[in-house]
């Protein structure tokens, strides 16, 4: 009995070995939204050190065989057959809602400190701050009974006491709105197009602005958009996917995404695949220059921000002839100084509270 057994694990190993070497192997998740790990180099130093060993592992896993399929098993289980209710620091929440926790931060006094420095080198402009909640806080009311994540208002409002800006509060206005319309996604981190324009509108208020209504642009529809915490989640329990709101206006633009010119806020290549939150503003550029050529006024706006604002951004078009949008993850001139040599008028710094602490861009901001 123990031959057969051996002689079996033997040849489930050689079948999983196979499989390894025949399956073919993918640079990039699209599930995921990443890119996957390159077998490394073998190399004595790394031997050594046995990061050589832990580059191997992680590109085993990164290229088992039906390793989205397994996954996705594991996670069904747990849920189903154990009632899980925290899978991959995401609670199962009720009415179908799938929220990432917040954790503790530990770079917010760094933080603090290098926004108050980016304050200071701005020479004529005082720069306004929105940090988001996320839906963990918004919609707290559809976590499980168990769960009691940290406080995100805590550390927004240790940012705003702490930033010499003009810090602007978005927690009220997508509280009031939360249950007559739907202000973030279930299976993404982001928030919707309707919580964007409900910031939109507070920024308005902020600078004295008229905000344009909803009403006035032609709404279109994305389908079956599966986001960040359903490939986290990864589970079939989630049937069908969610929908995008574009509100389309007839702009006269000029965009420039890192050199390559448009005339669209939208690259709705991204509308036929997993990412689809991508399609607002092209993705991730480093830097962006959009020309409002129907705005007869010379008023700008430079925006240093974090995916949220993608979504955003649209509306603020209609107040500006000129946005220049930085991602200081990849730019990496100076933002002050391109903002005191080109005289902006006005500067908006916007983050979600979930991942600024993790920001590698926030640090390198002036």
């Known amino acids: 009995m123990i031959r057969i057994n ?11 070995a196979l499989l390894f070497i025949i399956t073919p192997k993918n640079n990039f998740s699209e599930n995921e ?11 004595v130093d790394s031997v050594l ?25 594991k996670n069904d289980f747990e849920i189903d057959f154990f009632n899980k ?15 990432e926790d917040y954790t503790k931060p530990v770079n917010t006094d760094k933080i603090i400190y290098n926004l108050n420095k980016f304050q200071d080198s701005l020479k004529n402009v005082k720069a ?32 705003y006491s702490h930033l010499n800006m003009d810090n602007i509060n978005v927690y009220d206005t997508l509280m ?46 994305i389908e079956d958009f599966r986001g960040t915490i359903y490939s986290k989640i990864n589970s079939d329990n989630i049937k069908t996917g969610e929908d995008i709101k574009i509100y389309n206006k007839n702009f006269n633009l000029t965009v420039d995404y890192d050199g390559k010119k448009s005339s669209s806020l939208y690259n709705m290549d991204y509308s036929n695949k997993k990412d689809k939150y991508s399609l607002f503003l092209n993705n991730i550029n480093s830097f962006i220059e959009i020309t409002n050529n129907d705005f007869k006024e010379e008023r700008s706006l430079a925006i240093v921000k974090d995916s949220y604002a993608n979504s955003m951004i649209p509306f603020l078009v209609n107040h500006y002839n000129k946005i220049y949008v930085f991602d200081t993850r990849s730019y990496k001139n100076s933002v002050s100084d391109f903002v005191n040599s080109h005289n902006v008028d006005d500067v908006l710094l916007l983050y979600n509270v979930n991942t600024i602490d993790s920001d590698t861009g926030v640090n390198a901001i002036y």
């Open 49 to 73: 050190t046995g990061e050589y060993m832990e580059d191997v592992t992680t590109y085993l896993s990164d290229h088992f065989p039906f390793r989205d399929k397994f996954v996705r098993l």
């Open 6 to 16: 051996g002689i079996l694990f033997s040849v489930v190993v050689l079948l999983l």
């Open 176 to 221: 009031a709105h939360k249950n007559s319309e739907k202000l973030f996604y279930k299976y993404d981190h982001h928030w919707t197009t309707d919580g964007a324009y409900y910031a939109y509108v507070e920024y308005c208020k902020s600078k004295g602005f008229t905000p344009i209504d909803r009403s006035e642009y032609t709404l279109e529809t």
């Open 33 to 43: 939204n990443r890119s996957l790990a390159n077998l490394p180099k073998f190399d």
């Open 128 to 159: 306004n701050f929105i940090l988001v909640p996320t839906q963990v806080s918004i919609y707290k009311n559809e976590l499980p009974k168990f769960a009691s994540p940290l406080s995100q208002l805590e550390t927004i409002e240790k940012y």
């Open 85 to 99: 209710k925290y899978v991959n620091n995401i609670f199962v929440g009720n009415n179908d809602w799938y929220i």
